[in-house]
């Protein structure tokens, strides 16, 4: 009986030594983190903050305010860093999550200002390269994009140890997950800045 009680004591307080991140806490279990809760100034007790009938989780999944009773989009846009190697991705001013990308080479660098993805394809062929390209955003008009690390004919995909790294023929080269992450999110029309 002694043991069992120490035992339990010291799961106990291994329990309530490990830090939480709010991160990975969602409070009222409505698919929104208390971190991005607090970002967006929802109630992290509420599952519904504006009482809708939406969730919170559920409203900013879809790019829906989950502030407003009346449905109203926010804006969603991307930033690529390319000194820092890193893509990040909003709805309105809060940040959802960032990701490292490779961006062009010093020989072919990766266009910067502002564009807007105006195609889309689950897997694009590059004739010029002559690899698959999964999860294309097309930019410019084709002339380059957001993409999967690439794929060769014979199915060897490009190593996910050169994210990080300017490698690429100007694209932004995303790793696998994010990249089908990030496909699924923006729509035509979403903007893009690149610095």
């Keep these: 009986m002694k043991h069992a009680a120490v035992a339990i004591l010291t799961i106990f307080l291994l329990l309530i030594s490990l830090p939480a991140r709010a991160a990975d806490l969602d409070s009222d279990n409505d698919g929104l983190s208390d971190l991005l809760e607090a970002k967006f100034k ?7 903050t504006d009482g809708d009938g939406f969730s919170d989780g559920l409203e900013v999944q879809n790019g829906y305010d989950p502030l407003s009773k009346n449905p109203a989009k926010l804006p969603k846009r991307i ?3 390319t000194k820092k190697q890193e893509l990040s991705y909003f709805l309105s001013d809060v940040e959802l999550d960032a990701f490292p990308v490779s961006t062009g080479k010093r020989s072919t660098p990766t266009p910067k200002g502002s564009f807007k993805i105006d195609a889309k394809a689950p897997r694009a062929w590059s004739k010029p390269y002559k690899l698959w390209m999964p999860y294309w955003m097309s930019l410019s008009n084709g002339k380059f994009g957001i993409h999967e690390l690439p794929e060769w004919p014979a199915g060897k995909k490009e190593g996910a140890t050169h994210l990080g790294t300017p490698v690429s023929h100007g694209c932004i080269r995303l790793g696998v997950g994010p990249a089908k992450l990030l496909y ?3 729509e035509i029309g979403t903007r893009v800045i690149i610095n």
């Design 79 to 81: 930033e690529i860093d």
């Design 42 to 48: 929802t109630d992290p007790q509420n599952a519904d």
């Design 184 to 186: 699924n999110w923006a």
